[in-house]
């Protein structure tokens, strides 16, 4: 890959062409009423080459909200602060079952079982904030700096629908607090969780900040290292092993790359050594993943041969 122009690329254009037979197969997540009036058939893909390419196709400079994209970034600004004190408090194993489930939690004494459950996000974001990072501003600070992008905002309309609707994760979050998982005030935590999953990103923007994952931890073209070379490595794991919520198996066998989804409709992936992609198109599957963008991305990985199997 090394068409380096900014336009929309041929080999995008294509998978676009190639995807649209899928629209109105999925739903658009309907339990938070702001990301049920997004209009349903849109597509945008983006990505960033190590070697410098930069492709697009569709709707990929519109911004919508990333959700649980943010679970990621927010992973790897604490593992860049606190290396892998992380892992102490969460665990690093598929769940099983649904990303928001509180009987799972239970059965595991308060501690989730992998940082991209609502749970973990949670602990996450427990830690940063005891570490004086003040979430969400340090995350949105943080984003704006990989992304290039210093335009980037919480969408306010969004973040009042979750806040209204934060029932389960409130719930969450208390039964952490009630096995002493986490430290800080629980409607504290509930405002930089939802204030995170609120923040509203591009695939473009997205695809560029996920490039360090791709490139060795480093951002280019500075070539600066914003995390380690083998904590982007352990983060691609965590991606491939616990990404996808409930459909990782099958997100692997399809597509065979290390990625994290948001109900928002986004998903970033990566190829290591190779690039990072962010699709967005907010028709969802059963798991809770873009069904036009899995569908995408099983093209784009087949077509370039960069399945990591």
Known sequence: MNDSHTGASHLLDHINDMVQPEFGKGRVADYIPALARVPAKQFGMALYGVDGTFLTTGDATQPFSIQSLSKLFALQLLMSQTGDAVWTRIGKEPSGGAFNSQLILEQDDGVPRNPFLNAGAIVVADMLESAGRHQPDRLLKYLRGLSGNMALGVNQEVLASELAHAHINRGLANLMKAHGRIDNDVESLLDIYCGQCAIEMSCVDLARAALPLANGGRVEPSRESVITASQAKRLNA?????GMYDAVGSFAYRVGLPAKSGVG??????????????VWSPELDLSGNSYVGTAALGYLAEMTHTSIF
């Open 265 to 278: 409709g986004g998903i970033v992936a990566v190829a290591p050594g190779k690039y990072s992609v962010a």
């Open 238 to 242: 965590v991606m491939l092993t616990c």
